[in-house]
């Protein structure tokens, strides 16, 4: 009697390990795995991994001024996509858009450095008022986050509003509207050195 209840017990505790450990699976799998939903919704996006290589995934956004860039205008031209978490990343993805917008590599006619955000246009000048660098930086505003989930970059090991906003990653372009190198940084640094060194492995 009593080893019939010692084998019960030990069922019962061996069918609550194995649910758990398949939840454990199940959630960190799915984080670090890219999605081709957000919010339970399919997208086109293409998974970020697959990126590089491969022609930029069409888009078209605006910056303050109103000016259209996208993935057709920006043919001929060498460019990064900076996908962030905009006005709620303070003070890292600022920085990281502050020093884009200053640093003279960055800001010639065959090489560009964009920053994508989600927020409002109207918020913005909140943002140049409390750091005047961000008035140098090439910031395109996506609206409804719709060409992040088409970059699938809402669902990447840097993001911290996991499935709603960008985090911190690079999307480097060359002149024929290739993705030349794609880069998720969750420890938020400044990488200008580094994507300036990956940009003249293949710039001509």
């Known amino acids: 009697m009593n080893n019939l209840k010692t084998m019960k017990k030990f069922n019962i505790f061996i069918t609550i390990a194995v649910i758990l450990l398949l939840g454990i699976m199940y959630y960190f799998g799915g984080r670090n795995?890219?999605?081709?939903?957000v919010d339970g919704q399919k997208t086109s996006g293409v998974a970020l991994d697959n990126l590089a290589g491969k022609p930029v995934p069409e888009f078209s956004l605006t910056d303050r001024e109103g000016k259209i860039y996208s993935s057709e205008n920006l043919k001929g031209k060498n460019y990064i996509l900076f996908f962030n978490e905009g006005l709620m990343c303070y003070p890292a993805c600022w920085s990281q858009m502050a020093e884009f917008g200053k640093d003279p590599r960055f800001n010639k006619d065959d090489l560009?450095?964009?920053?994508?955000?989600v927020?409002?246009?109207s918020d913005w000048q909140y943002a140049i008022e409390k750091m005047s660098d961000l008035a140098s930086a090439k910031v395109l505003f996506d609206s409804g986050a719709a060409v992040s989930k088409k970059f699938n970059v809402l669902t990447v090991n840097s993001s911290m509003h996991y499935?709603?906003?960008p985090g911190h990653t690079y999307i480097v372009v060359d002149k024929n509207g290739i993705v030349r190198y794609v880069y998720d940084d969750p420890t938020m640094a400044l990488n200008n050195d580094m994507l300036f060194d990956?940009?003249?492995?293949f710039k001509n």
């Open 33 to 37: 795995t890219q999605s081709n939903s």
């Open 112 to 117: 560009l450095a964009f920053s994508v955000v």
């Open 119 to 121: 927020d409002a246009k």
């Open 163 to 165: 499935g709603s906003m």
């Open 198 to 201: 990956k940009i003249n492995e």
